[in-house]
């Protein structure tokens, strides 16, 4: 346990490719973590180079168990706080802590990736002039989706959304982050490598990243305005990044409104295959999948 009665992060492995890691036998690097991180068993390298090649070097992962009890009230709280979370498109301009959306990118870099490649590129945009470039070259796509581009099919699934070629959630929150999507690796030697599964990967990041966001109060915006090609040009990306979501991000408009929604049911995502004796035979005799 910590100093302030947490459970502290520790790993007491020596990192035999010369990165550190948290935790330590002489205690050096033990260092308590907020309450919500103190399961976690961290080992951070110092710094993040490309796997290839690299042998595998396994080391412990003893995260605490938690009880029960805990984990059946935590569990369901978290369900009801996320059963909270709406996509907000009017938004106040109260300033936002910056600290809040650094831990959410931070949130989102622990992502899973495939291969471990964390294909991703957060640009956070303050700067109101490049928001404003960027309000004036979504709204003109926008302006040709809206008007037919997209069809009659999307049209009408977006119609109960009430969104429009409007876009002005792309000055008025304070922060605006555009997430990129790297579509393969780029060595600063000029070299290339190949990236599996980054649609995944960053889809997963950025759901992370608006889970973070939403526990620290904020509200947020996935929007993609399509085509996106004009945000590598507006915010100067390398020739391998392409832009997957723009995340406009503060606190919900004193008179916000938004899109009275139902989610689905768990009945209607679930499918359950359960292990009980008679379809564990079913499926042995090849009568049901
Ligand atoms: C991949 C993706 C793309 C989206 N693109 C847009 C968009 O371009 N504009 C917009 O207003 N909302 C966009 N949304 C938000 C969805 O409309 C919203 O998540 C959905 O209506 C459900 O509402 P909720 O997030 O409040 O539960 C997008 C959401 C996702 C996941």
Same mark, same amino acid.
């Given at each position: ?31 308590p ?7 976690l068993?961290?080992h951070t390298?110092t ?11 396994p080391?412990?992962?003893?995260p605490?168990r938690i009880?029960l ?11 009801r ?7 907000v498109?009017?938004f106040?301009?109260?300033?936002v802590?910056?600290?809040l ?11 899973p990736?495939?291969?471990h ?6 640009? *956070?945009v ?8 960027i309000?004036?070259a979504?709204?003109a796509?926008e302006r040709i ?8 099919e999307?049209?009408?699934a *977006?119609?109960?959304l009430?969104?429009?070629?409007h876009?002005p959630h *792309? ?5 605006? *982050?555009v997430?990129?999507q ?12 190949k ?10 990041a ?6 973070a966001?939403?526990l ?8 993609t305005p ?10 100067g ?19 916000a409104?938004?899109?009275?929604l139902v989610r ?5 995502v ?12 079913a ?7």
């Open positions: 346990m910590g100093a302030d009665g947490g459970a502290v992060a520790r790993a007491s492995v020596p990192d035999a490719r010369g990165g550190r890691v948290s935790g330590g036998v002489d205690g050096n690097f033990v260092a973590l907020p309450a919500e991180s103190t399961r068993t961290l390298m710094t993040w180079t490309p796997l290839h090649n690299q042998p595998y070097h080391i412990p992962y003893h605490n009880p009890a805990e984990a059946l009230a935590e569990s369901a709280a978290f369900r706080r996320m059963d909270e979370r709406r996509t498109r009017m106040s301009p109260d300033p802590p910056e600290q959306v650094l831990d959410a990118i931070a949130v989102a870099n622990t992502a990736s495939g291969a490649q964390q294909p991703w590129t957060f640009v *956070l303050e700067d109101p002039q490049v928001r404003a470039r309000r004036e979504a709204e796509e989706s809206y008007r037919g581009r997209l069809g009659e999307w049209l009408s *977006l119609r109960p009430g969104t429009d070629e876009k *792309l000055t008025d929150a304070p922060y605006l *982050l997430v990129f790297q579509r393969f690796g780029l060595r600063p030697d000029g070299t290339t490598y990236h599996y599964y980054g649609d995944e990967s960053v889809g997963i950025v759901g992370m990243l608006l889970t966001l939403h620290a109060g904020l509200a947020a915006l996935t929007h399509s085509p996106m090609k004009f945000l590598t040009e507006v915010l990306r390398p020739r391998n990044e392409k832009a997957f979501a723009v995340i406009p991000i503060g606190y919900p408009a004193a008179d409104v938004v899109p009275d689905k049911s768990m009945d209607q679930l499918v359950r295959i359960r292990s009980d004796a008679t379809h564990q035979a499926v042995v005799s090849g009568l049901t999948g």
